[in-house]
C-alpha cells in the first residue's frame, strides 16, 4: 500500500511508520513536529527508498490537498493529535484545534482527494482514537464499540468530537472511514512526560516517583509495536464505517505498574536502595477516570488480531530500551513541560 500517516515523527505514529516500512509498504510521514514529535523515531527507516517526510500541519488544508494529490495514496492512517491529558487541563485550545479542526480539514482533504479519484472502491481513512472518549468505568465491566461516550477531560473531549466527526463523514459523504479506540500504550520512544518513562527516568536520577492519589487507577495496557500491528491489520482488511477497540488485555493498578517497573529497574541497574523508596503519593488529576478496559472481541473475532506482548515482558523490553538509548531521551530532557508537574490549573 501506499500510506500517509500523519504525526508519524511520534510514539505511536512513529511505530507505525517503521513497521509499515518493514513489511514493503511506502510511507508518507506528514508531521507538524510540534514539542512531542522527534525524527529520530524514525531514523532507523529514513534512508529507505519507501520512505518520505513532510513537514507541514494537519491544519493547512491547502498543504494537505498537496500532500495527498502528489503522492496519491490508498490510504491515510491519520494519527496526528494531542494526547497528554496533563496538558489540555492546561491549554485545552491547543487540543480543540489540532484534534478537532485538524482532523475536519484531513478529512475534507482526503474527501476532495478520493472525490476527484472517482471515489475508488480500496481507499481508506482510517483515524484512530482512545478510549478515554468512554468516560470511566467502575470496578467491573468493559469498553465495547457500542459503549456511549461520555468523556472526562479536555483532551477526551476533543478526541470524541474527531471521532463523530469522522463518523459523520462516512455517513453523509460515503468517505471510507475505519475508527479505532485504543488504550494505554507504552513501550520505546514514548516522550518522558506520560507516567511509565517518567518513573524510569525518574528512578534513574534518584527523584521522587510520582504517583497520583492513592495510585489506585486501572489501566489496560498495550505494547505500542503490538498497537502498530494492529492498526495495520484494520487499515488492510477493516471494513469501512466500523469501529475497533484495541486493547492490551493487560489491566493494572498504576501503583502496581509503577513497583513492577522499580522491581526491573532493580534487577537491571540495582541502586544503594530499592528503587520503590522513591514513590510519592502526589494530589490527584482533576477529574482523574478510575479505570479503562477494552473489550478487544471483534478485533479478535473479525480480524484474527490479539496482543501479542505481556505486561511483564513489555515492561522489561522498554525499560531495557531507555537504559539503552540515554541520548535519545536525555536530548528531550529540554523541552516546554518536561519534568514539571502540569494539568494542576483546575
Known amino acids: 500500500m501506499r500510506l500517509v500517516v500523519t504525526g508519524g515523527a511520534g510514539f505511536i505514529g512513529s511505530a507505525v511508520v517503521r513497521q509499515a516500512i518493514a513489511r514493503g509498504h511506502a510511507v508518507v510521514n506528514v508531521d507538524a513536529l510540534t514539542y512531542a514529535a522527534c525524527l529520530d523515531n524514525v531514523a532507523e ?182 498497537h502498530a500491528d494492529a492498526l495495520l491489520t484494520v487499515v488492510a482488511r477493516g471494513e469501512p464505517g466500523r469501529t475497533y477497540n484495541i486493547g492490551g488485555e493487560n489491566e493494572a493498578r498504576n501503583i502496581d505498574l509503577v513497583r513492577m517497573i522499580c522491581a526491573i529497574l532493580d534487577r537491571k541497574r540495582p541502586a544503594p536502595r530499592p528503587y520503590a523508596d522513591q514513590i510519592t503519593f502526589v494530589a490527584d488529576r482533576p477529574g482523574h477516570d478510575a479505570r479503562y478496559a477494552i473489550d478487544p472481541a471483534r478485533m479478535r473475532d473479525e480480524l484474527g488480531w490479539r496482543p501479542s506482548v505481556t505486561l511483564q515482558e513489555g515492561l522489561e523490553r522498554t525499560v531495557q530500551w531507555y537504559l539503552d538509548n540515554e541520548a535519545w531521551w536525555r536530548a528531550l530532557q529540554d523541552r516546554a513541560g518536561v519534568g514539571q508537574r502540569l494539568g494542576v490549573n483546575a
Open 45 to 226: 527507516v529514513a534512508d529507505s527508498p519507501l520512505y518520505s517526510f513532510v513537514h507541514a500541519d494537519i491544519r493547512d488544508r491547502a498543504a494537505m490537498d498537496a500532500v495527498l494529490a502528489e503522492h496519491e495514496p490508498d490510504a491515510v492512517m491519520h494519527l496526528a493529535a494531542e494526547s497528554h491529558v496533563d496538558r489540555s487541563i492546561d491549554g485545552p485550545g491547543t487540543f480543540v484545534e489540532t484534534n478537532v479542526t485538524g482532523t475536519y480539514q484531513m478529512l475534507e482533504a482526503a474527501r476532495t482527494y478520493w472525490t476527484a479519484a472517482g471515489r475508488p472502491d480500496g481507499f481508506r481513512f482510517h483515524h484512530i482514537s482512545t478510549d478515554e472518549v468512554y468516560g470511566s468505568l467502575g470496578a467491573t465491566g468493559r469498553f465495547t464499540e457500542a459503549t456511549p461516550y461520555d468523556p472526562r477531560s479536555p483532551y477526551a473531549a476533543s478526541k470524541a468530537a474527531s471521532d463523530h466527526l469522522a463518523r459523520a463523514w462516512h455517513h453523509t459523504y460515503g468517505l471510507p472511514v475505519l475508527v479505532t479506540n485504543c488504550s494505554n500504550n507504552y513501550g520505546p520512544y514514548h516522550f518522558p512526560e506520560k507516567l511509565i518513562p517518567v518513573v524510569i527516568l525518574n528512578a534513574l536520577a534518584g527523584r521522587e516517583i510520582p504517583v497520583y492519589g492513592a495510585g489506585e487507577n486501572v489501566r489496560d495496557w498495550l505494547y505500542v509495536e503490538d
